[in-house]
C-alpha cells in the first residue's frame, strides 16, 4: 500500500506563489509516475502536472505551462508543485496520485493511489 500526504495548501493572493508537497510512503518504487490533479466544486477532477520518478521527464497541461513546476526529491520521496503567477481560476482542491509502471499517465482513471488532498484558494 501506498499512502501519499499532501500538504502546503491556502490561501494566495493573485499573482502570489504557492508550493505543494506529497510525501509518499510504504512500498513505492522509482518507475513511479506521479501526478498532480485538481478539482474545483461542480468541476471534474483535471489533470495539472506529472513526473516520471526514474527519468525525472515532466509533463503539464496547457493551462499551468510556464506557471507551475513539478519535481521530486529521492531522498525524502517527496513530490512538489511550485506554483506560480496564482489566479483565482486556479482555486481547487489539489491532489496527488501516483502510478506505477505507466509513463506519465494524464487521466486520474489510470493512477492506483490518492492523497486526500489540500485546498488552494487564489484571492483576487
Known amino acids: 500500500q501506498v499512502q501519499l500526504v499532501e500538504s502546503g495548501g491556502g490561501l494566495v493572493q493573485a499573482g502570489g506563489s504557492l508550493r505543494l508537497s506529497c510525501a509518499a510512503s510504504?512500498?513505492?518504487?522509482?518507475?513511479?509516475?506521479m501526478g498532480w490533479f485538481r478539482q474545483a466544486p461542480g468541476k471534474e477532477r483535471e489533470f495539472v502536472a506529472a513526473i516520471k520518478w526514474s527519468a525525472g521527464s515532466t509533463y503539464y497541461d496547457d493551462s499551468v505551462k510556464g506557471r507551475f513546476t513539478i519535481s521530486r526529491d529521492n531522498a525524502k520521496n517527496t513530490v512538489y508543485l511550485q506554483m506560480s503567477r496564482l489566479t483565482p481560476e486556479d482555486s481547487a482542491v489539489y491532489y496527488c496520485?501516483?502510478?506505477?509502471?505507466?509513463?506519465?499517465?494524464?487521466?486520474?482513471?489510470?493512477?492506483?493511489?490518492w492523497g486526500q488532498g489540500t485546498q488552494v484558494t487564489v484571492s483576487s
Open positions: 510504504g512500498r513505492t518504487s522509482s518507475d513511479y509516475a
Open positions: 496520485a501516483a502510478r506505477s509502471g505507466v509513463v506519465l499517465p494524464t487521466t486520474a482513471s489510470r493512477y492506483n493511489y
